[in-house]
């Protein structure tokens, strides 16, 4: 394994984090999950990330009981707050009372005192950005998280939360965006203002949804048990790329892979550890072989040619416009 600084911040993170959106608690059983872990651990990775929202929270006590035992110094354990986790109008968004009661939930179901990195999972426009970090600064100062950090903010939206974070003395060190070689929206706007501000990118879906793995073929049925296959919500987030022009092209890295001597699924995740603006990609797995598989990642130096080659094959269908981060971007509330 090989460790990064997140942005300029004195935090150093596994540069393969593990990840457990819509699987642990959900897709698979709890004994495969702590299996799955448990590989991730073997395999040097230490930094673990998750949301209050996954599973319906299951996925965060999921991952408490399997890290139990572990020495805590040794990890990096990051999670998020905004979506709804109950019925009730303040159950949701980055108000103070959710934000506060939200974090010791966190806490109580991932059986530790702190988290390294707690994250903003979207911006709120129905709340006042400075009611945000105020509860966000008091979050750190009362020991809960060492660092905040943000997913899927906007360059604007990143560079005003900085601002307050700095006028609160508070360590606002991370964005949390999606980013794959397929889409790459954040490039143009947001990577540039985090390298100004000193933010690192730990990145989800670096391998697209399981596209780039080249496991679905153009003209066929997606394979059993894939997540497009998946009813609990993993069709809708791979639907997009399930097309016979991005197959197609996916099936033209494997020569690529070849010559690096990668898988499809290590060649991804190589991909954007080459941005030196990511401090981290976030795996997910739904047996522990995909994890041993996936670290061979790390540390991989793909050739500038060969960079080239793959932007060549995939940029008549890599989405780039800046103005997509804000695709799932949440509505105000009345």
């Known amino acids: 394994m090989e460790f990064r600084h997140l942005g300029r911040s004195g935090l150093i993170v596994s540069e393969i984090a593990y990840g457990n959106w819509l699987t642990h608690g959900s897709q698979v059983e709890e004994d495969t999950a702590a299996a799955c872990i448990r590989a991730a651990l073997d395999a040097g990775i230490t930094t673990f990330d998750t949301a209050d929202v996954y599973a319906e929270t299951r996925a965060e006590s999921v991952l408490g009981r399997a890290l139990k035992g ?83 903010w906007t360059a604007d939206q990143i560079r005003a939360g900085h601002a307050l974070a700095r006028e609160l003395r508070v360590p606002f060190v991370s964005n949390q965006p999606q980013y794959s070689a397929l889409w790459r929206v954040i490039e143009g706007e947001v990577v540039p203002v985090s390298e100004e501000l000193g933010l690192g990118q730990v ?115 890599a989405v780039f416009d800046p103005a997509m981060t804000a695709e799932n971007a949440p509505k105000a509330r009345p």
Request: net charge negative; no cysteine.
């Open 70 to 152: 572990e020495r805590r110094e040794g990890l990096e354990i990051l999670t998020k707050v905004f979506w709804p986790t109950g019925p009730g109008r303040n159950d949701r968004g980055l108000g103070r009372k959710h934000v506060m009661e939200s974090i010791d939930n966190s806490l109580r179901r991932l059986q530790t005192d702190y988290v390294d990195v707690y994250q903003a999972h979207r911006y709120d426009p129905s709340t006042p950005l400075e009611e945000t970090m105020e509860a966000f600064a008091d979050v750190v100062r009362s020991g809960k998280a060492l660092y905040i950090g943000v997913s899927e």
């Open 203 to 317: 990145v989800w879906s670096p391998i697209a949804q399981g596209v780039l793995t080249g496991k679905y073929r153009p003209g066929a049925e997606p394979p059993a048990g894939s997540r497009a296959t998946d009813d609990k919500g993993g069709a809708n987030f791979v639907a997009r790329w399930l097309r016979d022009d991005v197959l197609e092209r996916v099936q033209l890295l494997r020569p690529l892979a070849d010559q690096a001597g990668l898988s499809l699924a290590q060649l991804a995740v190589a991909w954007v550890l080459q941005n030196p603006n990511v401090s981290a990609a976030i795996i997910g797995a739904s047996r522990p072989e995909q994890v041993t598989e996936n670290v061979k990642a790390a540390g991989v130096k793909l050739e500038p040619e060969l960079l080239a080659a793959m932007d060549e094959i995939l940029a008549p269908v």
